[in-house]
């Protein structure tokens, strides 16, 4: 057998019997339940969860993976779909499956492709009861940052608005095949639905995001202009000298109401 493309994919094979069982136990599942997998790679997760009874909807990239994983794992219990999890539909997934959403999904996530698998998943509570995920350390720290904290950012307010996320355990090199050369963090989310005006607050985190240790003022200013975003920001109750990475996500939900949509572009001076 030639060597699976999934490694050049920034995928790095869990090879850890015990991880692995961390992580299933994580999803909490019963006999007979669903759970969507992202990812099963050579079956580390998809082999725990159907020894417990646990029915599997799992989505592979890899051609030569889901050839090899029907050969190994083939069973009434497992469904497996070759596609990409950014662009194939779940819903219809699920329902031509059977499976009765809101279902748990459990993932060992490609570091290059996390963060946009994530956010696309997050949003969909209708589909996913939780989402148990095994991402880089620091994309962790991003998932689940706090104000003041390293990893604090975009990303953190725009998840925040759309789930609950917590750190659950690191994973070491040691525990995947090729060994990686970082630290890996399994999370967890559950999504839920977001408040009105989300997707403004988020047009308006990415903005005083953009440019780090800037000011709000001036980072919102860019777009919205200086007055509007100063008149914003004194009235949110804000300091003149706030910056983004200060602000609690509901923050960016009043500041994105005071300060209106973003116009198409600001007057010339």
């Known amino acids: 057998m030639r060597p699976s493309r999934r490694p050049r994919l920034g995928q790095n094979f869990l090879s850890s019997p015990r991880t692995a069982e961390r992580i299933v136990n994580a999803l909490a599942t019963d006999p007979g339940s669903w ?153 967890e989310l559950v999504p839920v639905a977001a408040p009105e005006g989300a997707a403004a607050a988020i047009a308006v985190a990415s903005a005083g995001f953009g440019v780090r240790r800037k000011t709000l003022t001036n980072a919102l200013g860019a777009t919205w202009g200086r007055e509007a975003a100063a008149a914003a920001v004194a009235a949110a109750g804000l300091s003149p000298t706030a910056r983004a990475e200060e602000l609690p996500p509901e923050a960016f939900l009043g500041l994105a109401r005071l300060l209106g949509p973003r116009p198409a572009a600001l007057p010339a001076r």
Do not use: W
């Open 35 to 187: 759970v969507l997998e992202v990812g099963p790679g050579r079956g580390a997760l998809t082999r725990p969860l159907l020894a417990r009874g646990t029915r599997v909807l799992a989505v592979e990239v890899d051609g030569r993976l889901v050839a090899r994983l029907t050969e190994e794992l083939g069973c009434d219990l497992l469904r497996l779909i070759e596609a990409d999890a950014l662009r194939f539909d779940p819903a219809a997934a699920l329902a031509e499956a059977g499976a009765a959403p809101p279902v748990p999904l459990v993932a060992n996530l490609p570091y290059e492709s996390a963060t946009p698998m994530v956010r696309a998943f997050a949003r969909r509570p209708d589909l996913f009861s939780s989402l148990v995920v095994m991402v880089q350390r620091e994309v962790a720290e991003r998932i689940c940052g706090r104000p003041g904290d390293d990893g604090y950012g975009f990303l953190s307010v725009d998840l925040a608005l759309h789930a609950k996320a917590r750190r659950l355990f690191d994973v070491p090199p040691g525990d995947f095949t090729p060994r990686p050369k970082v630290v890996s963090t399994v999370v």
